[in-house]
């Protein structure tokens, strides 16, 4: 069964409700950032994936200005290969971090992030693109697929970059194969292969987070997903653990041991950097923000702004503009 309760929470967090995936990129009504959803219409079959060289065209927004910062609603990961010698790293804008990605290095979009491409970057190499709900729930548990603490530039040594390769290789030639086996049978033999690149990749990526023991934490897990889906109008640690059954002793145990802070402060910095994302790419009146990210009076909002970050949202604005 594809995973419905991952999918809505990719809805919610791109602020976007049951659309059809071969419409083409729209303003989010909530937030004012473009998106772009998934192009179901150019894969082959109608697959929920995509993949294929960065160079043939970036299917999603063919013709559109993805310089400027937009968000995904599906996930996309860019493996870099065959830039020419003294080629320049691609430098690419993930949730205001910059990242420089080179030759034999991964960048992991995920749904809902906010991103820019570099204008004037060589984007080279492989491009993976998925379809929230492609995946059963069982394969985006073990693979983190909505694994937003972990790190979005990967960088394999040469043993598990040959291996990357040559799962992401096979699984280009499984998805253009269209002649030797029915829809049905493609489409599984396409989410098997995908599972087992996914596999290696998030090991790589745990790694790299020195986070692989939060993968087994399905307490921290379910309240991750909770947040992501309800950080916009639920601050409250009591109630999420509420819903989810969890004593807030236990909450508070299972949040600590994986991320080293308490489940009001993971509430507050995904709240911090939505409100930034806003602030930063967005024309919203600030009370506006505040409303979207749970704060009805504007003065609130400021005062809890200003505390986490140490400056006011007018003043955050303006150094970015």
């Known amino acids: 069964m594809a995973d419905t309760r991952s999918q809505a929470d990719a809805s919610a967090r791109t602020g976007a409700s049951s659309r059809a995936d071969t419409s ?6 909530r937030t004012g950032i473009r998106t772009f959803p998934f192009p ?8 929920g994936m995509q993949v294929g060289p960065m160079e043939a065209g970036r299917g999603w927004h ?3 200005q993805i310089e400027r910062v937009h968000r995904i609603d599906f996930h996309v990961v860019l493996l870099f290969r065959g830039g020419p010698a003294g080629h320049t790293p691609v430098r690419h804008m993930i949730d205001f971090d910059e990242y420089e990605a080179g030759d034999g290095e991964i960048l992991w979009i995920r749904p809902g992030q906010v991103h ?24 985006v548990e073990a693979t983190g697929l909505y694994r ?13 970059l040959t291996a990357l390769e040559d799962s992401l ?13 029915p829809l049905s049978l493609h489409t599984a033999v396409l989410r098997h292969t995908l599972t087992a690149f996914l596999l290696r990749l998030a090991h790589l ?10 993968q087994a934490d399905s307490t921290f897990t379910r309240f991750r997903q ?7 109008t639920n601050h409250s640690v009591s109630a999420y653990a509420d819903a989810l059954g969890y004593s807030r002793r236990t909450l508070v145990r299972a949040v600590r041991a994986a991320t080293g802070e308490t489940p009001k402060g993971f509430i507050d910095k995904r709240v911090v950097l939505e409100a930034k994302r806003l602030l930063a790419h967005t024309d919203m009146p600030i009370g506006r923000i505040g409303a979207v990210v749970g704060f009805p009076d504007a003065a609130n909002f400021s005062k809890f702004f200003t505390q986490h970050t140490g400056t006011t949202p007018v003043a955050f604005r303006a150094e970015l503009r």
């Open 116 to 139: 820019r491409f570099s204008a004037a970057a060589d984007y080279r190499g492989t491009a993976l693109i998925m379809q929230p709900g492609f995946l059963p729930r069982a394969t």
């Open 40 to 47: 179901v219409d150019l894969s082959v079959l109608g697959v």
């Open 62 to 64: 063919l013709g559109e």
């Open 169 to 181: 290789a096979q699984l280009e030639r499984e998805y253009v194969d269209t002649g030797t086996l």
């Open 226 to 232: 909770a947040v992501e889906k309800g950080f916009a």
């Open 205 to 214: 990526a745990a790694g790299a987070a020195d986070t692989a023991h939060e």
């Open 148 to 160: 937003y603490d972990l790190p979005p530039l990967l960088r394999p040594d040469p043993a598990q």
């Open 24 to 29: 083409g990129p729209y303003e989010d009504g």
